[in-house]
């Protein structure tokens, strides 16, 4: 594993991966040659062989001996396989922190004194939302690419948070637009199906202050601006997705009205609920 990865960083060093994966927000190179090429590095490298790897000068750098622009290397099957490896680890982490760590933290709090009680409990509260606020997001955005692909919807993560909404995908648009193409024999006219590009921002609240959602949605609106400065999509969505049973919203009929003329007036009209969760 180590040898093929250090030949991507030699092929990279010498100028010869150059990105090659259309409308990807990463710069991407998935050449199957330069992938059989450091399987044979790498297993040379397990095999224990000595190899001056694929430079010229033995020593597999160019003359300035750098990486100007870093490339992600591999195929999508790869890719796969590794984010399913990474997650395997994630859960496995998950899991033993909350079989043993976490559970002690929680339980073995009988030997403290009413002030460190107090203060504990706030601090562990502070450090446990502050996990969620993280991960919950995380979640709710994969439960919500789910969604979508069940929907036979494409999602795509943001890998940019200043320039990329939480989740970027296409559908056909509600309004069933198509343009009719029409070529000198009528009979091989086509009519195709108008898509609409969509931003999707998430919101968790994992807080029972029901201040939190104006916050959060607000927080949301502004970033949905910014990707609508950039013209490449034509609607905008937010999910917020409320973990905390004491949390009032999303109130009455009369403020999800308000907060519907909200979101309208900044341009982003749908309003919803599903689950725990709405979509603005």
Do not use: C
Not at 21 to 38: F, G, M, R, T, Y
Not at 82 to 111: C, P
Not at 152 to 175: H, K
Not at 223 to 236: A, I, N, P
């Amino acid at each position: 594993m180590l040898g093929h990865e250090l030949t991507h960083v030699v092929q990279q060093r010498q100028g010869r991966v150059k990105a090659n994966v259309p409308d990807a927000s990463l710069p991407i190179n998935d050449d199957p040659s330069l992938e059989a090429e450091a399987d044979h590095y790498g297993s040379l490298a397990a095999a224990g062989t000595m190899t001056d790897g694929t430079g010229t000068d033995g020593t597999g750098t160019d003359a300035s001996g750098s990486v100007s622009s870093p490339i992600i290397q591999g195929t999508w099957d790869e890719a796969l396989k590794d984010a399913r490896r990474m997650w395997g680890k994630h859960v496995d982490k998950t899991n033993n922190l909350h079989n043993g760590t976490v559970n002690e933290l929680f339980d073995n709090v009988d030997y403290l004194t009413s002030n460190d009680k107090v203060r504990f409990s706030y601090s562990l509260h502070s450090k446990i939302s502050d996990i969620f606020s993280v991960t919950g997001g995380n979640y709710t955005e994969l439960e919500e690419a789910q969604r979508l692909l069940g929907e036979e919807i494409t999602p795509f993560f943001g890998q940019d948070e200043d320039n990329d909404p939480d989740i970027d995908y296409s559908q056909e648009n509600d309004n069933d637009e198509r343009v009719h193409m029409m070529d000198e024999d009528e009979e091989d006219s086509n009519v195709l199906l108008v898509e609409k590009r969509v931003a999707m921002e998430i919101k968790t609240i994992s807080s029972h202050d029901d201040l939190q959602i104006n916050a959060r949605i607000h927080e949301a609106i502004g970033q949905l601006d910014k990707r609508r400065d950039t013209g490449q999509y034509d609607e905008y969505v937010i999910v917020i997705q409320k973990y905390h049973p004491e949390n009032p919203w999303p109130y009455t009929k009369m403020e999800n009205r308000a907060a519907a003329e909200l979101s309208q007036a900044k341009g982003y009209s749908k309003i919803g609920e599903h689950d725990q969760s709405a979509q603005l």
